[in-house]
């Protein structure tokens, strides 16, 4: 007995110094031992976990894009971080991981929820039945997706709105051409953009034109839905990311979400209250009245729907305008193509290098190995598409922007690349329901302007990351007509 307690002992204490028998080779002990535990990642402390790297200045949650991106060169193609209690938070980087985690989801794909959203939703049932479509879960969310989103993402719907969409742009033009310094310059284009933004959502979801293109037009209700939806995407970010004391005591950055929860619920209900005619023939607005569920869910999908529109097109529109001012090249490809064809290279372009949604969160609901570690079903794994984006290992010269790649001889070898990497709108069942909308009306309205005005910048676009990643400051550009 005593033998074999001996023999045992020194056993352990071989392996406690190291020493590996030859049968015991690198791959089974990896294979053994590699869990979520040994994934790297920045230093955790007990209970604040890896959070405490904002709370001390060395990071900022505004350029958590630049942080994401100093971990992958620093950790390699999976990192860990910890949030509070030490729950671990995963990114990953490779093609093949974001593979397989987008390809393992299910019939209810699981998106982490705004967990701050939930409880105020939750505090206030008399407005609220649940989290709503962004925010719930399982066959509840399920229910929902397909109660809600059938109009929405129905081609019908968006080839019967393309005139309107032609019509508002040529409005946005209008305004661009009026609002110009007598250089051309447009110092405050992030505020037409706002407005350009409002007027399609609300148009699309609410079947009628706002009027917020109207040149000296004072529409508070615009500049409030804007600036509302704004300081609400901001405050997501600093209660997702910040540590989680709102749970317990309303900290600045919760009320600050509450306050603009229930502003953009009462702008979103003064603008059902006044709705007209046309409202009530719109098709998104009459499947949602239609739809069988709660009465409050239907106000509170309206109230998603206009802010997840409002704020992902402005910026979009950004991006792709500062890409393609970088570009006369493209401009001059865009004016010679009668196919809309290039304009639309430019948007996917645009999307694959700067989307404004840079990451897709997912639960896991299965086992998996990611990049050699083995991972189990319901951790949360941020799929860092963006950055994969960017990786010379998947698309030729990754960082630059060339629209060509999507089109005639690389053409099949980008999209085949770009199934689980260009993911602008999510992935699988939970992609937003407003992709395909987006996706045609972005190349119009970049084919309008660009027809009328040669655009070009003179200073660098920086970015920052409210949530979604967007322009930071001041947008300024050159629109000089075209002769
Ligand atoms: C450029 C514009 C837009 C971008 C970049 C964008 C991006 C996204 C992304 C990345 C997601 C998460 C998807 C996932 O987890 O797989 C999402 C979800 C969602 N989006 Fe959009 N979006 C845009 C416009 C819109 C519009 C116009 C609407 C509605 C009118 C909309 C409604 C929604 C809704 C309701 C969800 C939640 C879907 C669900 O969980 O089932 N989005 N969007």
Redesign the pocket.
Known sequence: MLDIITLIMVAISLLLFGYRPPWCTKKFIDFKFKEVHDIPGPPALPILGTSWLFLVGRYQISKLHEYYKEMRDKYGPIVKEEALFNVPVLSVYSKADLEKVFKSTGKYPM?PPTEAIAKYRRDHPERYASGG??NEQGEK?HYL?TSLTTA?TSPKTIQNFLPEVEAIADDWCHLLETKRDPNGRISNLEELAGKLGLEV?CT??LGRRMGFLIDDQVCPTAQKLSDTVKSNFAACRDTYFGLPFWRWVPTKSYKRLCDSEKAIYELASELIRTADESTRESAVFQSVLKANIDEREKKSAIV??LA??IH??KN?LLFLLYQVALSPESQEKIITDDTNTFSKACSMETFRIS???HC??RITECDLELSGYHVPAGSVVLCQTALACKNDDYFKEAKKFRPERWLDDEKNETAANATYLVT?????R??????R??EQILPIFLEKVVKKFKIHVDEPMEEEFEFLLSPKGNVSMYFNNRL
């Open positions: 998106r479509l962004i969310w997706r929405l959502t699309l979801v998603d729907f997840a529109g992902t097109l979009s989307p404004t949604a897709v969160a602008p709108f999510g992935y699988g939970r992609i937003c329901p407003g992709k909308y987006i």
